[in-house]
């Protein structure tokens, strides 16, 4: 029988093996992809500063209005200056920190689209109801992020960002608004511009492996879209290829491996232009529908190879026309995949 003693003995000694066979650790420090660094942030930002941002935010507003009001200089171990309008920008050290101060209305809230250099596609996204992240490479992986937020009732809208000595700070503008640019000083670092829109209230970063010239182009291809955002309800595999946005109106297109397609469709009606509501070239009549209960238009495209179905109908509660299409896929199944779509709450 082996002793108590001799057990602890082996342990020891099985411990020690293990321990020698790990690598050093210092070798061991995965940041992840920038995807993954994406979300991570934006979860921490939400968990964490939440807590206390808006108490900050009263402690701004009152060093604004003594400022304002000729009281002197209010003191603190951060400075706090009003960047742009309702806006606030604290600097501790090589920390900044952006904040808006008050809340923005749900409903008056719009989404952005960006106009991305030739070469890159959407890697990850992410949209919700006061907020968007996205990422975008090209075939070198070298990448490009995209992100916008609000600051409302129910969600914080802030940044952060740490400064290093490797960056020069400087004041520009995107399309005549205020704007903060991070300019990396060595070839393998990104850069970042920052600004808010005075209109819409929102913050608006863009990061990217550019010069300060490309970097401003970039920033002001930023345009908002003013289109409500709808969650559908995907077929299993599909996913999201392309993204493409104009003044009132945005199109999806999802695929899956076997190569089946689907476009998902928003425009806003007093921008429609009437496509849907007649019949379509290289479409049959159409075919009346439900969809919610709300009447519908369902056509099948005359040609035999690559066939594909479009239904079509309006949301009276948004304004909103929407259309899907899809191939291949029976009316039955394109029916159902138009009742999962729901105005984003």
């Known amino acids: 029988m082996i002793s108590e003693e001799r057990l602890r003995q082996a342990a020891e000694k099985a411990g020690e093996a293990l321990a020698d066979s790990l690598p050093d650790p210092e070798t061991c420090r995965e940041t992840g992809s920038p995807a993954f660094q994406m979300r991570m942030e934006k979860l921490l930002r939400r968990a964490r500063w939440r807590r206390w941002s808006k108490g900050l935010q009263k402690v701004a507003i009152l060093a604004l209005v003594l400022l304002a009001a000729g009281a002197g200089v209010f003191s603190l171990n951060a400075k706090a200056d009003e960047w742009v309008r309702g806006w606030v920008k604290e600097e501790d050290g090589s920390s900044i920190h952006y904040y808006f101060v008050g809340d923005v209305k749900e409903e008056d809230i719009v989404h952005y689209t960006i106009e991305l250099p030739e070469g890159y596609s959407l890697t990850w996204g992410d949209i919700c109801k006061d907020d968007g992240s996205f990422l975008y490479e090209n075939d070198e992986g070298v990448y490009i992020a995209f992100e916008y937020d609000y600051e409302t009732i129910r969600s914080t809208g802030d940044m952060f960002l740490s400064t290093t000595d490797d960056e020069e700070k400087k004041e520009v503008t995107v399309n005549g608004i205020k704007a903060d640019l991070y300019l990396a000083t060595k070839p393998q670092n990104n850069s970042t511009i920052i600004w808010a829109d005075p209109t819409t209230k929102a913050i608006i970063e863009v990061t990217a492996f550019m010069g300060e010239e490309e970097l401003i182009q970039l920033a002001e291809s930023v345009r908002p879209i003013r289109v409500p955002l709808y969650d ?28 089946q397609w689907l476009t998902f469709r928003r425009e806003k009606l007093a921008w429609h232009d009437g496509v849907g509501t007649a019949q379509r070239i290289g479409e049959s009549e159409g075919k009346k529908v439900t969809v919610h209960g709300l009447s519908a238009e369902l056509y099948s495209s005359w040609q035999k190879e690559n066939a594909y179905q479009t239904i079509a109908w309006n949301d009276p509660l948004t304004g909103v026309r ?6 291949p896929m029976e009316e039955e199944a394109l029916i159902r995949l138009a009742e999962s779509v729901t105005a984003k709450k």
């Open 322 to 327: 929407l259309t899907l299409t899809a191939a």
């Open 232 to 259: 559908i309800d995907l077929p299993e595999g599909y996913v999201l290829r392309e993204r493409t946005s104009e003044e009132a109106a945005e199109t999806e297109f999802y695929q899956n491996d076997q190569g």
